[in-house]
């Protein structure tokens, strides 16, 4: 196990016992957690798991998770065979009308990049997130719902992941985030080297 602060095992200067019964229970080969990020009992003929790294979506989400709240965490195991990852998500009644066809964002995904995740996200939420940014958030309703992509590359920062999403909309929807990007993002800088 690795800690990166005392405090996660001491409160002042006493030792915290839950937080020892959790440290305890995995030095010794307890299974915790495992309704969480489905991990059921792997039956005796199976390979077994030679590492598993498991990363909750409150260390990952960076504030993402109002955009994705069926993303629990992300899971991988070595065993014989390699590496495997698994995406563990919340009950579905956490995200409302959510896809599950990651294909199309996998499809769209930049080549390069370090790390990616894919996972729902709730009906309505990037409507609303844009709301805050322009008066034509409405004319995109409908239109950013589905599955959305994290990905992180070599230079980037982690709190900083390109997110790739998908659009469904009609061919004067496609034109809105462009506009918005220019509008909030992508403005001509005016001491900039040819405006840009």
Same mark, same amino acid.
């Given at each position: 196990?690795?800690? @990166?602060s005392? $405090?996660m095992?001491?409160?002042? $200067?006493?030792? $915290?016992?839950?937080?020892t019964a959790?440290?305890g ?7 915790r957690w495992q309704? @969480?990020?489905?991990?059921?009992e ?13 990363v ?6 960076f504030?993402y ?10 899971r991988?195991?070595?065993?014989? $065979?390699?590496?495997?990852s698994f ?7 956490? @995200? ?5 066809d ?5 499809? @769209?995904?930049p080549?390069?990049?370090?790390f ?5 996200y709730?009906?309505?939420?990037a409507e609303?997130?844009l ?12 239109a950013l ?6 990905c ?8 900083t992941?390109?997110?790739v999403?998908q659009?469904?909309?009609t061919?004067? !929807?496609? !034109? ?6 220019? !509008?909030?993002i ?11």
């Amino acid at each position: 196990l690795v800690f @990166s602060s005392t $405090d996660m095992l001491f409160k002042d $200067d006493q030792q $915290d016992t839950e937080a020892t019964a959790i440290a305890g229970d995995l030095l010794s080969g307890k299974k915790r957690w495992q309704a @969480s990020f489905g991990l059921e009992e792997r039956a005796a003929e199976k390979t077994p798991v030679r590492q598993r790294i498991v990363v909750s979506a409150r260390l990952l989400g960076f504030g993402y998770q109002r955009l994705m709240p069926s993303f629990a965490g992300v899971r991988f195991e070595m065993g014989n $065979d390699g590496w495997h990852s698994f995406v563990a998500l919340n009950d579905e009644s956490a @995200s409302v009308d959510t896809s599950f066809d990651f294909t199309p964002v996998w499809n @769209s995904m930049p080549a390069g990049a370090s790390f990616c995740v894919v996972v729902p996200y709730s009906h309505g939420i990037a409507e609303e997130m844009l709301s805050h940014i322009s008066q034509e958030n409405d004319k995109l309703n409908g239109a950013l719902d589905g599955a959305a992509g994290l990905c992180w590359y070599a230079d980037s920062k982690l709190q900083t992941p390109l997110f790739v999403g998908q659009f469904d909309g009609t061919a004067e !929807q496609a !034109q809105l985030p462009g506009k918005l990007f220019t !509008q909030n993002i992508g403005a001509h800088e005016s001491k900039a080297p040819e405006g840009v």
